[in-house]
C-alpha cells in the first residue's frame, strides 16, 4: 500500500483566497483524521470521520475551515477565505478504529502571505 | 490546556549519552503510543502500551506506561545521530475516542 497520499506537499497563497487540501486514506481504514501542527501549540486535532460521517468538529477553529469526506478514499480541507495565522503543517491521518496505529501522510505545508 | 505534557521540549546530547523524556496528564488513558517524527514526514509509531506499569523495549528503546495509565516515560540508552527527531506522546481515553498528542521532545543526538 502506498500510504496515507496528501496533496499538495506545499502551498504558498495570499491572505483572501481559497485554499483546498486534500488526503487520500490506506484502503481499508475506517478512521480519518485531519490534524494542524505548529510549533507554538503542536500537533492538534481538527475534525475526524468515522466511516465518512463527520464526527467531531471541535477542533476547527473558525468557520472558515470546512471539511468533507465524500467517499471512503477521498477527504478534503478548505479553509476560506486563508489568512496569515491559518500558516502550518496540515496532517491527515487514518486509522483501522479509533485508537489503533495513526498512519500518518507526509503533511501539507501552507503558508499564508 | 494540554491534555499530554511532555518533558524536556528540547534535549541536545552527545553521541552514546543516555536519555529520558516524559510525558505526564492527569488523565487516565487506556492506551498510550509513542511516535518519531522526521522533519518533512508525519509522525511513525513506535510502540503502543496498554497495561499499567507496562514495559516494552525496542533495541536501545525502552517506554513505561505508568501504573495509574497517567503517564508513560521513554529511555534511549547509548544515543546515536540517528535517534534526531521530535518524539510525541499519544493517548486515547477510551477505545472510541481519538487520539490526543502532546507537543512532543524534540532531540538532537550530535556524533
Known amino acids: 500500500d502506498a500510504g496515507v497520499i496528501q496533496s499538495p506537499r506545499h502551498e504558498v497563497t495570499e491572505m483572501g483566497q481559497e485554499v483546498t487540501l486534500r488526503c487520500k486514506p490506506i484502503s481499508g481504514h475506517n478512521s480519518l483524521f485531519w490534524y494542524r501542527q505548529t510549533m507554538m501549540r503542536g500537533l492538534e486535532l481538527l475534525i475526524y470521520f468515522n466511516n465518512n460521517v463527520p464526527i467531531d468538529d471541535s477542533g476547527m477553529p473558525e468557520d472558515r475551515f470546512s471539511a468533507k469526506m465524500p467517499n471512503a478514499s477521498f477527504s478534503t480541507l478548505k479553509i476560506q477565505p486563508s489568512e496569515p495565522r491559518d500558516s502550518a503543517v496540515y496532517f491527515c491521518?487514518?486509522?483501522?478504529?479509533?485508537?489503533?496505529?495513526?498512519?500518518f501522510g507526509q503533511g501539507t505545508r501552507l503558508t499564508v502571505v | 490546556t494540554q491534555l499530554l505534557e511532555q518533558s524536556p521540549q528540547f534535549l541536545s546530547i552527545q553521541e552514546g549519552e543516555n536519555l529520558t523524556v516524559y510525558c505526564n496528564s492527569s488523565s487516565v488513558f487506556s492506551s498510550l503510543q509513542w511516535y518519531r517524527q522526521e522533519p518533512g514526514e508525519g509522525p511513525v509509531l513506535l510502540v503502543t502500551v496498554v497495561t499499567g506499569g507496562e514495559v516494552k523495549k525496542l533495541k536501545r528503546l525502552t517506554f513505561q506506561f505508568g501504573d495509574a495509565r497517567k503517564d508513560s516515560s521513554l529511555h534511549i540508552t547509548a544515543a546515536q545521530p540517528g535517534d534526531t527527531g521530535l518524539y510525541l506522546c499519544a493517548g486515547a481515553k477510551t477505545g472510541n475516542t481519538p487520539l490526543v498528542f502532546g507537543k512532543g521532545t524534540r532531540l538532537s543526538v550530535i556524533a
Open positions: 491521518a487514518s486509522t483501522l478504529g479509533w485508537s489503533t496505529e495513526a498512519f
